[in-house]
């Protein structure tokens, strides 16, 4: 079970990598998320795959009965989930300012910070 | 530096010139009173321990070989400082001046002094420092400022072989005090490792004493003031190299290598050099390359080891310092009192100014090689040291001959010629006689190489026959230095060279041209030095534009192409490769669920519509929920679907106001990219797959499963993690969310005023 989900989660990463090797900066954002799922899922998997049996403590019990699924990996992948909402969006928010202020979601031709030399062509065509 | 030196009204510059030639004065004194102990054969050492663990002490002995420097330093030290006073009178930055030429002289006599090695490296690089201020002295003019780099980047880049040489030496000796080193005997001359320290050092000596092919710095170097160019280019600074291969010899000389390098090198340099300085018409620019050929030839002789080659190089290293010293003060004098350097322009200046040329003259007669001065029983006993090299004496002696015979045509250009020809041309001012502290240098150091040279005894017993102790361990094979050795072939030589001297004199003028256009066509060293600046320059550059190119998906290419070899290579390199993944056990609804998942992703990557990525985004992060609620993870799974919607919601509502994904007729194709992106993922899956062969630590886990309830009251493990175990990391994660949304709060806010602000002037227009 645990190795169909890492063959699932390597689709995951070679769809977003190549999503945030885009020109175009909403295919970044996309890849970025895309990326954000695949590690929420590699910690998830990493901890072993228990099914259909929460981490709750019975009632009248100290400690909960008979396997449960790893309560570890759930606590963190909560926890990353949210704060990879929180980078989803601002960098949702940036790419959207970037794009009033330059009028372009093109990536290669974003260069304030780093200006075209003399005589340099576009690279990576 | 004339118009500098003229300008200033006041005749001194008062105690901050004065101090340190007392100082100067003071320290001669102090060594002067050693000579008598030293020519006894004893040394004085001193040592403070620096760092121990390193074997690093600041250890100082004083022999023959550093006394001769040490007076010399001292000495024509004071000279200097006493004239530069009156030189540089009213200098705004005369301060200044003093302080650099201060911590060069101290800097300077530490050099010669030190018995560590790295005591010694430290000392070498505090004089190329100094010696790049004083350079640099002159610091408003282009000119200026490149010479001065140019030293530094040279000699710079000789110290730092110079410093791994030093390292191996200490090494392979097992310690680095040099007369530890030294007393070693012939132990070093057989190690593997000789030939890699002295080629390491000699890089070093090379460069500090200007030897082809670094010589072209020292000219350069000319645009210091007139007394720093005295002492660092007569008796200290360039002579710093000549020392280090004085100071090694005893240890490293006596091999083919060191016997070839040094002969060859010192040979060439000093012809070349010669004939460079005929071709000068400044005169200060003419000296300077005589002192190559000094150099040349004290490198030429340190390459033997006859004892005749040895009092040579002790007799001439004296020699050279005081008539060099004195012609450069001299220079100064003239260019004080007529405002030009310029050889063609200068002549009958006898009248105006009789000390100046009668100083001029003795240390022109001196360098010349006429008896009875110093510099004809140094010719003598070069010519003696060179006829008793072991090969090749022919070579080396008729290398000599055309060295000196030169020297004499340009002591010729540089002391007889101004005084005594008519002018060449107006000069820019009329001529007067220098103030007294500015005569006192050079008067003192040429009547001393005429006094040494009657009495050349007074200079035998003090510093050169301890010199050549220093060189060769004994005194025994010190030669005398005399006027009259009776007629034998240095004696020959000496009249043919001042024929062959005279001669070239005479014929310096059709030379000259001759010369000038033979350098016009060749290559030359100092605009090689610009082209390989600007090679260097154009590298970096190109280097720079190729990392780091500007365009950001370059650097996230670099990045993951980095993970990728990083990860894989460690795979490849450690022979670790996961087992073929067993997927008997999977059930239909997973492999739905994983379907789905895939299903989505690959639509995300090649979608070319803006709503079927939305939606096959939506796909993924609800198949990723369902796994999450499948194996037992419905707190998560909850929170995955919130968090789904809200990606929807928001990106919906930016993509109202963002353009397509692609320009009409483009399309989003990159193979290259394709391949990256899943050489990625197959090592992501290779590194889980491998990640799950191993046996899962639970003690965390079961810690959680059994601390729960009883410690801290909730059945839902999950959440009692968040909120009581790990809460301090759950408060850490509420605060990157609250930042994230007032970051983003703040751009959108000022999106809307600039967009308002935007409008405003759009309807001015």
Same mark, same amino acid.
């Given at each position: ?80 989930? #949210? ?43 | ?189 057989? /190690? ?40 660092? /280019? ?14 090694? /010899? ?130 003598? !006993? ?23 015979? !030169? ?235 919130? #968090? ?102 703040? !751009? ?18």
């Amino acid at each position: 079970m645990e190795a169909l989900l890492a063959l699932a989660i390597g689709v995951l990463v070679a769809a977003a990598v190549y999503l945030m090797l885009a020109r175009n900066l909403l295919r970044f954002i996309f890849g970025l998320v895309l990326i954000s799922n695949a590690a929420n899922l590699t910690i998830f998997t990493a901890g072993r795959l228990v099914e259909g049996a929460p981490p709750l403590v019975p009632v009248g019990l100290d400690a909960p009965a008979g396997t449960v699924a790893n309560a570890l990996p759930q606590a963190l992948v909560l926890t990353a989930i #949210v704060i990879g909402f929180g980078l989803f969006a601002f960098a949702l928010t940036l790419m959207f300012r970037a794009y009033t202020t330059l009028g372009t979601l093109n990536g290669d031709e974003m260069r304030v910070a780093e200006p075209r030399e003399p005589g340099e062509g576009s690279a990576m065509r | 530096m004339g118009a500098a030196a003229s300008t200033g009204g006041k005749a001194s510059a008062g105690w901050i010139g004065l101090a340190p030639a007392a100082l100067s004065a003071a320290l001669f004194v102090w060594f002067a009173s050693l000579a008598p102990s030293i020519a006894d054969g004893e040394t004085l050492r001193v040592a403070w321990s620096w760092a121990p663990s390193l074997g690093v002490s600041l250890s100082f002995l004083v022999d023959g070989l550093s006394l001769t420097f040490a007076l010399l330093i001292s000495g024509i030290g004071a000279l200097v400082f006493l004239y530069s006073n009156t030189y540089l009178a009213g200098h705004p930055q005369f301060g200044r001046f003093a302080l650099f030429l201060t911590a060069f002289m101290l800097a300077m006599l530490g050099l010669v002094l030190a018995d560590n090695l790295i005591a010694l490296f430290v000392f070498w690089e505090l004089t190329t420092v100094t010696s790049y201020l004083l350079i640099g002295f002159g610091h408003e003019t282009a000119k200026g400022r490149r010479s001065a780099l140019q030293a530094l980047f040279v000699t710079g880049a000789g110290a730092l072989a110079l410093l791994a040489g030093f390292i191996l030496l200490g090494f392979t000796a097992g310690s680095f005090e040099l007369s530890e080193i030294l007393a070693q005997g012939d132990a070093l001359k057989d /190690h593997a490792l000789y030939l890699p320290i002295l080629i390491l050092i000699l890089a070093g000596a090379f460069t500090k004493s200007a030897q082809f092919p670094f010589h072209f710095w020292l000219p350069n170097a000319m645009a210091a003031p007139t007394p720093v160019s005295a002492f660092l /280019h007569s008796a200290t600074m360039v002579k710093a190299g000549v020392y280090l291969m004085a100071r090694l /010899h005893p240890g490293f000389s006596g091999t083919d290598a060191w016997l070839w390098t040094l002969t060859v090198a010192g040979a060439f340099t000093a012809v070349f050099a010669s004939l460079m300085a005929l071709r000068q018409t400044d005169l200060k620019q003419a000296l300077a390359y005589t002192t190559l050929m000094a150099l040349g030839t004290l490198t030429l002789l340190l390459g033997q080891d006859s004892g005749y080659a040895m009092t040579a190089f002790a007799t001439f290293l004296i020699v050279h310092s005081l008539y060099k010293a004195s012609l450069f003060l001299m220079v100064g004098c003239i260019d004080h009192a007529t405002g030009t350097r310029e050889a063609g322009l200068l002549g009958g200046l006898a009248r105006a100014m009789p000390v100046t040329c009668f100083a001029a003259a003795l240390a022109a007669l001196s360098m010349a090689g006429f008896p009875p001065f110093l510099g004809f029983i140094g010719k003598e !006993l070069k010519y003696a040291g060179a006829l008793a090299v072991g090969s090749e004496p022919i070579l080396v002696a008729g290398a000599m001959l055309a060295a000196n015979a !030169l020297m004499f045509a340009v002591a010729g250009v540089v002391a007889f010629k101004p005084f005594w020809r008519p002018a060449g041309g107006p000069l820019p001012h009329a001529p007067h006689e220098a103030p007294w502290p500015m005569l006192a240098g050079p008067v003192l150091l040429a009547v001393l190489g005429a006094v040494f040279g009657l009495y050349p005894d007074l200079l035998q017993r003090t510093l050169v026959d301890p010199t050549v102790a220093s060189l060769l361990g004994t005194t025994e094979d010190a030669k005398t230095l005399q006027l009259w050795a009776g007629v034998n072939l240095p004696l020959i030589l000496s009249v043919a060279t001042v024929a062959l001297g005279l001669a070239l004199y005479l014929a310096h003028g059709p030379i000259r041209a001759a010369l000038a256009r033979a350098v016009e066509a060749a290559p030359g060293f100092d605009a090689g030095w610009d082209r390989f600046l600007d090679g260097l320059k154009a590298f970096a550059a190109w280097q720079t534009r190729l990392i780091q190119t500007g365009v950001l998906r370059t650097y996230i290419f670099a990045t993951f192409a980095t993970v990728l070899v990083g990860l894989a290579g460690t795979m490849a390199a450690k022979g670790v490769w996961p087992a073929a993944p067993d997927l008997s056990l999977a059930n239909w609804r997973t492999v739905a669920l994983v379907a789905l998942i895939v299903a989505g992703a690959l639509l995300t990557a090649v979608t070319t519509s803006r709503i079927a990525a939305m939606a096959s985004l939506g796909v993924v992060g609800i198949g990723v929920a369902m796994i999450f609620i499948t194996f037992g993870a419905p707190d998560v799974a909850i929170t995955q679907l919130l #968090v789904e919607t809200l990606v929807v919601v928001l990106a919906a509502v930016a993509l109202l106001r963002l353009p397509v994904l692609d320009k009409p007729g483009e399309r989003d194709r990159r193979p290259r990219d394709a391949v990256l992106a899943l050489g990625v993922g197959a090592v992501v899956t290779a590194i889980l797959l491998l990640v799950l062969e191993t046996p899962l630590d639970r003690r965390l886990t079961d810690f959680f499963e059994t601390a729960s309830w009883p410690e801290a009251y909730g059945r839902n493990i999950v959440n009692v993690i968040l909120v009581d175990f790990r809460a301090l990391d759950t408060f850490g994660e509420v605060a990157v969310v609250m930042i994230a949304g007032l970051a983003a709060y703040a !751009l959108l806010r000022t999106t809307a005023e600039r967009r308002e602000t935007t409008a405003e002037k759009g309807e001015g227009k």
